[in-house]
């Protein structure tokens, strides 16, 4: 049972990114960790692609597969962000705009204590609302993300002209009451621009997260007082009467089988080869893909580095991706035995893990930032889309990560200045602090008590603001 008070019911329904969907089941093996059920509702090829669920937690969460909608241009079996091109995302929130109905009709059928959802299904807190049952808006981003999107006003507001120019993300707003230098680069924000102000028969993401916002009981992050008070702390003036409540850094816990694949036996191998702390890792997401002039720029910059290095390296977005990137003419043979290329599926929790790894030239997605500050590996920082940008300010203000100098416009950079940011973070003296620094971020980071505590706050949260719902039985 429960450790403290009624057991819950809490149903968690992300949106389809990778990005997305694992610290939601993070968060899910967290609350069944303390006694509670879980239903997580998510489409059936993603939760076919999902990590094994340990053992001691199978029976508390269920995974309810809704089946994905047809829409005109969205290819067939395309169910997650990572199975698109980007200029094909659109067609895959649509799709998920049509899950309206059957997530309506789940709901009212199990009749949970509390469902736990995502901004971009920004419809499910009125839907909650109607069936009375307590609705958690759960943003992946953390508090100065969140903090930097501004109240729900104003991202609800087609007439607002507080941000119209891409010019205008590149400064902090109005509503700091502090100095901060968290915002876009010029580069980053018109990489997204469209995305954040409008798209053809779609909805922006900016109402997205207003109305998710404005449309919630409660609204949790992806953050700790520990690494963001100033954050928090705004958020709830923000969002005030709405309670504001952290969910903690949610590191991941893998489930690891006795028994060891080929693949991993390979990896591990060649890496058990590299001295302690030698290896730059490297991997961008599932999301992001480096266009072909940059993935060129990269590998010759890990070339010229003279580091060994272990690429994730990923040259489609999936089937319907007709952009594929390749390395450069003979670069595999050149750097044969210091590097090793990967270009399918890497377990990255076991590689960043290996003591061979000492840093990791990183996307900026928070998720992977968690993963290598609990193992207290360096990070070099090339941002490429959504929040990435200003995960890497808060980063680089907190002398935690160091970014790649490149172009303001357009993003570009060269191979010299990978190499001289990948050799700076990894061995030379000055770039000592950013070592330094993730070694004592390693401990907030894992604190897995401190963890633990939010998690319990959080429910608890819930155990008091119960509505009582449809007060069906959970089957």
């Known amino acids: 049972m429960a450790e403290t008070g009624k057991q819950l019911h809490i149903v968690m329904f992300p949106w389809l990114a990778f990005g997305h969907m694992l610290p939601f089941l993070e968060l899910s093996k967290l609350i069944a960790q303390k006694g509670h059920k879980i239903s997580f509702v998510s489409t059936p090829r993603n939760i076919d692609r999902f990590p094994k669920l340990p053992p001691d937690l199978a029976h508390l969460i269920k995974f309810v597969k809704l089946p994905l909608p047809q829409v005109q241009n969205l290819p067939e079996n395309a169910e997650s962000t990572s199975d698109l091109p980007y200029h094909k995302v659109k067609y895959l929130?649509?799709?998920?705009?049509?899950?309206?109905?059957?997530?309506?009709?789940?709901?009212?059928?199990?009749?949970?204590?509390?469902?736990?959802?995502?901004?971009?299904?920004?419809?499910?807190?009125?839907?909650?609302?109607?069936?009375?049952?307590?609705?958690?808006?759960?943003?992946?981003?953390?508090?100065?993300?969140?903090?930097?999107?501004?109240?729900?006003?104003?991202?609800?507001?087609?007439?607002?002209?507080?941000?119209?120019?891409?010019?205008?993300?590149?400064?902090?707003?109005?509503?700091?009451?502090?100095?901060?230098?968290?915002?876009?680069?010029?580069?980053?924000?018109?990489?997204?621009?469209?995305?954040?102000?409008?798209?053809?028969?779609?909805?922006?993401?900016?109402?997205?997260?207003?109305?998710?916002?404005?449309?919630?009981?409660?609204?949790?992050?992806?953050?700790?007082?520990?690494?963001?008070?100033?954050?928090l702390t705004l958020l709830g003036d923000i969002h005030r009467p709405k309670p504001v409540i952290p969910v903690g850094q949610l590191p991941p816990v893998a489930y690891h089988d006795d028994e060891e694949d080929d693949a991993w036996r390979e990896m591990k191998a060649w890496l058990n080869k590299q001295s302690k702390g030698s290896v730059v890792y490297v991997a961008f997401g599932s999301e992001a893909k480096p266009s072909q002039a940059e993935l060129t720029e990269i590998a010759l910059g890990l070339e010229l580095s003279e580091l060994p290095f272990f690429w994730a390296l990923r040259k489609q977005r999936g089937m319907a991706d007709t952009e594929v990137i390749e390395l450069p003419e003979g670069f595999e043979e050149r750097t044969r035995g210091r590097g090793l290329v990967r270009t399918s599926w890497v377990p990255q929790l076991k590689i960043l893990s290996h003591d061979s790894v000492g840093g990791f030239l990183t996307h900026s997605g928070w998720s992977s930032v968690v993963e290598a500050i609990q193992f207290a590996r360096a990070l070099i920082l090339l941002t490429c889309l959504a929040d990435q940008g200003l995960n890497a300010r808060v980063l680089e203000e907190k002398k935690m990560g160091y970014s790649i100098p490149r172009d303001e416009r357009d993003g570009s950079f060269t191979s010299d200045s990978v190499a001289e940011s990948l050799r700076l973070v990894m061995v030379e003296e000055g770039g000592k602090i950013y070592r330094d620094k993730v070694k004592e971020m390693r401990g907030l980071f894992g604190d897995r008590d401190k963890q633990d505590k939010y998690v319990d706050n959080l429910l608890a949260h819930f155990q008091s603001h119960r509505k009582g719902g449809l007060k069906k039985e959970i089957k």
Request: glycine share 4%; hydrophobic share 45%.
């Open 93 to 231: 929130k649509m799709a998920y705009d049509l899950l309206q109905q059957p997530m309506n009709s789940f709901l009212e059928a199990s009749a949970p204590d509390c469902v736990i959802y995502d901004f971009i299904a920004y419809w499910l807190g009125p839907i909650a609302a109607k069936l009375n049952i307590l609705s958690c808006l759960f943003c992946v981003f953390i508090a100065s993300a969140l903090g930097y999107a501004g109240p729900a006003s104003v991202l609800m507001d087609p007439q607002n002209e507080y941000r119209t120019k891409p010019e205008e993300f590149t400064v902090p707003p109005n509503w700091f009451p502090f100095k901060s230098t968290v915002a876009f680069r010029l580069f980053e924000i018109l990489r997204i621009f469209d995305e954040v102000e409008a798209l053809v028969d779609n909805v922006p993401a900016v109402y997205r997260l207003g109305a998710g916002i404005d449309g919630c009981d409660v609204i949790t992050m992806r953050s700790c007082y520990e690494f963001e008070p100033e954050w």
